[in-house]
């Protein structure tokens, strides 16, 4: 087995076609297809089958490909290091992040790591942890920021805790609510709830039904965490937001928090990583500066 011959597999899994993959690679169809059927013969498993969509993986290819996929990304990742190891600038980091991490967490962390790091390639791909661990096992993100997904975690991946966050119901700076000291008082407001991929759209209205009162009607629901806020900070609909947020300067002048007696839930965003991949010089200083962004806002959510 050689390792054109797993970089052949992935091209024509990502080409969806002989044809694209060899263009993509500059080699002949003919020299791709004998390559796939060489790697075929000595696996004795058969890898794709044409379809009326193209070329696609067999369920032994779908198995196969899962490797192979991880065995191309660690080679990347080892070059990638050597080229850090010769130069402090080079090389590159990509990770995952949720939707508030992105916002509260990432911008800070990148200003401290661009000191350090100005020539360093990054990659950020935002969504949920069901979308992110998977491009994490295949090892094409270095590591994940987001909430930890219910159940159990693989074996594979570890979590650490970076940040408790409560949230906080608020609204725009000046709402004529901003004076409401108890949930009784936003029965009749108009709310905005985030009801995005893993996160419970239940959370109002559960809150609302513990304290004995009756669900909020009038509700407008979003899963975008920055149609979230901008709807708050733009109308006068109300709803629960990252206690992150009112730790930063600039969003203080947008949101005004509601001072209720009544306490929300709290969550946690934790730092994803593979168990049995170390992280590239370059990603462990990211690593680095985004633990010491947490760290800054935690310390300003108790100055607060």
């Given at each position: 087995?050689?390792?054109?011959?797993?970089?052949?597999?992935?091209?024509?899994?990502?080409s969806g076609s002989i044809r694209g993959a060899a263009?993509?690679?500059?080699?002949?169809?003919?020299?791709?297809?004998?390559?796939?059927?060489?790697?075929?013969?000595?696996?004795?498993?058969?890898?794709?089958?044409?379809?009326?969509?193209?070329?696609?993986?067999?369920?032994?290819?779908?198995?196969?490909?899962?490797?192979?996929?991880?065995?191309?990304?660690?080679?990347?990742?080892?070059?990638?290091?050597?080229?850090?190891?010769?130069?402090e600038h080079a090389g590159s980091v990509a990770f995952?992040?949720?939707?508030?991490?992105?916002?509260?967490?990432?911008?800070?962390?990148?200003?401290?790591?661009?000191?350090?790091?100005?020539?360093?390639?990054?990659?950020?791909?935002?969504?949920?942890?069901?979308?992110?661990?998977?491009?994490?096992?295949?090892?094409?993100?270095?590591?994940?920021?987001?909430?930890?997904?219910?159940?159990?975690?693989?074996?594979?991946?570890?979590?650490?805790?970076?940040?408790?966050?409560?949230?906080?119901?608020?609204?725009?700076?000046?709402?004529?609510?901003?004076?409401?000291?108890?949930?009784?008082?936003?029965?009749?407001?108009?709310?905005?709830?985030?009801?995005?991929?893993?996160?419970?759209?239940?959370?109002?209205?559960?809150?609302?039904?513990?304290?004995?009162?009756?669900?909020?009607?009038?509700?407008?629901?979003?899963?975008?965490?920055?149609?979230?806020?901008?709807?708050?900070?733009?109308?006068?609909?109300?709803?629960?937001?990252?206690?992150?947020?009112?730790?930063?300067?600039?969003?203080?002048?947008?949101?005004?928090?509601?001072?209720?007696?009544?306490?929300?839930?709290?969550?946690?965003?934790?730092?994803?990583?593979?168990?049995?991949?170390?992280?590239?010089?370059?990603?462990?200083?990211?690593?680095?500066?985004?633990?010491?962004?947490?760290?800054?806002?935690?310390?300003?959510?108790?100055?607060?």
């Open positions: 087995m050689q390792l054109t011959q797993l970089r052949n597999l992935l091209a024509v899994v990502d263009r993509k690679l500059s080699i002949s169809q003919p020299a791709l297809t004998r390559s796939v059927r060489q790697l075929e013969a000595e696996l004795q498993v058969k890898l794709f089958e044409r379809t009326a969509r193209g070329v696609v993986p067999t369920r032994a290819g779908r198995a196969f490909l899962a490797r192979t996929r991880m065995i191309h990304n660690e080679l990347g990742r080892a070059r990638d290091e050597l080229a850090q190891i010769a130069s995952g992040v949720g939707p508030q991490a992105a916002i509260h967490l990432v911008p800070p962390a990148l200003a401290q790591f661009r000191r350090e790091h100005v020539n360093t390639e990054i990659g950020i791909v935002d969504g949920p942890a069901q979308v992110l661990l998977p491009q994490l096992r295949e090892g094409s993100l270095d590591f994940v920021i987001s909430m930890r997904p219910q159940g159990k975690l693989d074996t594979g991946i570890r979590a650490q805790p970076l940040f408790t966050n409560r949230l906080i119901i608020g609204g725009r700076r000046g709402h004529p609510l901003r004076h409401a000291r108890s949930l009784r008082e936003l029965v009749d407001a108009n709310w905005v709830i985030y009801t995005a991929t893993g996160w419970s759209g239940a959370i109002i209205p559960d809150l609302f039904e513990k304290n004995g009162l009756p669900v909020p009607k009038s509700v407008v629901r979003s899963d975008s965490y920055i149609a979230l806020l901008t709807t708050i900070a733009g109308t006068d609909l109300v709803g629960a937001l990252s206690s992150m947020l009112f730790a930063q300067r600039l969003a203080r002048d947008f949101f005004e928090p509601f001072e209720l007696k009544e306490r929300l839930p709290e969550f946690a965003l934790y730092l994803l990583l593979r168990t049995d991949s170390p992280l590239t010089p370059v990603a462990a200083a990211m690593v680095a500066a985004i633990k010491a962004a947490a760290q800054q806002l935690a310390f300003s959510k108790t100055k607060r």
